[in-house]
């Protein structure tokens, strides 16, 4: 006898409860005429992964609870079909020193009209970009089903997301007799972290001799990308089945009953290489922050650089180029080859193309101060006056024609401040903020030598790759006049910033002492620019957002 069961990989909107409760409700329905009867949604499905605040108010919560009462409703004609939904639970009602109950991070088994068991989440995340107990008591229980039809049902342990990295919830979940464990999921994606997940779980059913089914979200919620890649291990620690990754899948696993324990088989998806993730992740990124807020379409600054030319190609590959308008906005120190590998990258893309001199506007703007700057020579503060003048003249655009500006610098530059508060920094998302600079020269390569929309073509001149990269705000500028070189910046930047080494180590390590204490102290003194720049798509580990949560008024020095 088999049990088949469905992972409903799906991409949820937070907040949109009707919407994410009919997901879940046509998502059954599918997959019960597809002999499914098991169906595992992804944690706090009913509303979305993460709420963040909304879970603070009662009427959210209340909210909640009609949208699980709606699924219960109109699957109750399902017959012997169990549904598992994550949603929330409990309140904040409070007098003014004593809470009354406590809220949780849930999740309910659902059968023919009826909810048979609720789970709350035992293991509650407060790490990287997780504050789960900024919102949520832990669960305390455990909960064992049963799945199947008539006199053959398989025991399914549940388990929520977090509760799986740990020993103990799994092991109670087997003395409570579960034949299988059911994980649902809404981890944060980054580069890598879909194996990591493959690898632990596989520990974890080695410990407790159990298969398990993981069940994941997939979709953007502003900075945080999740990936899908769900998936099923047998006891032995097998790879059963693995889903796509990036992309909605009712996915389907099929349990066979033995005498020992439940055997999973199901379709297994190749390995991805961690750049071809990456791509899929920025793509994602962007798809879903413009579409969930209705922007529509983008705007940006093309220069002529490498910056520039990644972000054109993901957003191209992301909303189509029909949705995207680039500006080239020369000014006095603008190359000519600038000029011609823009306008090339653009043809090659076929997006919205214009030019916007910024010669006429910088030059007012120096007759203006001239009286004030009278006696002091050209700095920096010329070269900010055109980086805001570019970002003045695209935010114009946007509240013009409603696109969204994209900004286009990367993590090196966001961590020493190489870049400008209302130039280059304005904008509504940031979508290579995490990305190093030698991260985006290797991507660019991977996406030249790869076309995984089929679009037949490179996308990004060869020229704009191997030229040195400049900022071109004074004559003959190149970035390595500013900053260490791009391989040793990053270095510093991987190994401090989302590591947490310490200077004495990394310089043990072979790193310039110079290099080390300039670094070091550019990422601590420019953390007031960072608070204001737009919010972008985390990759890493650790990104400047949520991750990096560092007072701008600091008088710590290592």
């Known amino acids: 006898m088999n049990l088949n069961i469905c992972v409903a990989q799906l991409n949820f909107i937070v907040g949109d409860l009707p919407g994410n409760a009919q997901k879940i ?21 009913i509303c979305g992964y993460a709420a963040e605040d909304l879970f603070l108010r009662p009427a959210f919560i209340a909210a909640c609870d009609d949208a699980v009462k709606t699924v219960v409703r109109e699957l109750a004609g399902l017959k012997d079909m169990t549904v598992v939904v994550g949603h929330p639970i409990g309140g904040d009602n409070r007098t003014r020193s004593v809470a009354i109950h406590h809220r949780f991070n849930a999740a309910s088994v659902i059968r023919e009209g009826r909810v048979l068991h609720t789970y709350a989440k035992r293991e509650l995340p407060n790490y990287q970009v997780f504050d ?38 799994a092991r109670l979940a087997r003395e ?30 080695l410990a407790c001799n159990l298969p398990m089914v993981y069940a994941h979200l997939v979709g953007g919620q502003d900075e945080v990308v999740f990936e899908g890649h769900s998936f099923a291990l047998n006891a032995d620690g097998a790879l059963a089945a693995r889903a796509p990754s990036f992309r909605e899948q009712l996915f389907g ?34 798809r879903d922050y413009l579409g969930k807020n209705n922007f529509p379409g983008a705007i940006l600054g093309l220069s002529g650089g490498i910056d520039s030319a990644l972000v054109l190609a993901i957003a191209v590959d992301a909303l189509g180029k029909e949705k995207i308008r680039t500006v080239m906005m020369p000014s006095p120190y603008t190359a000519d080859i600038s000029w011609i590998d823009a306008r ?7 997006v919205h193309y214009d030019e916007i001199s910024i010669v006429p506007e910088f030059e007012a703007f120096k007759a203006s101060l001239a009286g004030e700057f009278a006696g002091r020579a050209e700095d920096t503060t010329e070269e900010n006056i055109q980086a805001r003048i570019r970002g003045t003249l695209l935010m114009a655009l946007s509240n013009k024609f409603g696109a969204i500006v994209l900004t286009t610098g990367n993590k090196s530059e966001l961590a020493t ?11 509504g998302f940031a979508v290579i903020k995490d990305l190093a600079k030698t991260t985006v020269f290797r991507l660019a390569r991977w996406r030249n030598s790869h076309d995984p929309y089929h679009t037949g073509r490179e996308p990004i001149p060869e020229r704009i790759i191997t030229r040195p990269p400049s900022a071109e705000l004074r004559p003959d500028q190149k970035d390595q006049d ?17 590591n947490d080494a310490s200077i004495d ?29 737009p919010i972008g798509i985390r990759v890493t580990h650790r990104s400047f957002g949520k991750d990096w949560r560092y007072p701008i008024t600091n008088k710590f020095r290592q």
């Open 417 to 427: 401040g190489y870049c400008t508060l209302y130039g280059d920094m304005a904008g």
């Open 253 to 286: 696993v099929t349990a066979r009953f033995t005498p020992q324990a439940a055997v999973l088989a199901g379709t297994i998806e190749p390995e991805r290489s961690l750049d071809a993730d990456l791509w899929d992740a920025l793509v994602l990124g962007v």
């Open 132 to 169: 789960e107990r900024r919102y949520f008591t832990p669960g305390e229980d455990v909960c064992v089903f049963e799945a199947g039809e008539g006199a053959h049902k398989l025991r399914v342990g549940l388990l929520i997301c977090e509760d799986a990295w740990y020993e103990e919830p």
């Open 176 to 205: 409570a007799g579960a034949q299988l464990l059911a994980v649902i999921n809404a981890s944060p994606f980054h580069v890598g972290k879909g194996y990591e997940r493959e690898q632990t779980m596989r520990e974890r059913v």
């Open 25 to 45: 409700i046509d998502a059954a329905r599918t997959a019960y005429a597809d002999g499914a009867k098991l169906m595992l949604t992804p944690e706090l499905s």
């Open 482 to 498: 500013s900053l260490p070189p791009y391989e040793v910046l990053d270095r510093i930047i991987e190994r401090y910033m989302e």
């Open 344 to 350: 090339d990258m653009a043809a090659r893309l076929g």
């Open 505 to 533: 180590s990394m310089i043990a390590g072979g790193l310039a002492a110079a290099d080390v204490e300039r670094v070091t102290k550019l990422i601590k003194i420019n953390e007031y620019k960072r608070r204001q720049a």
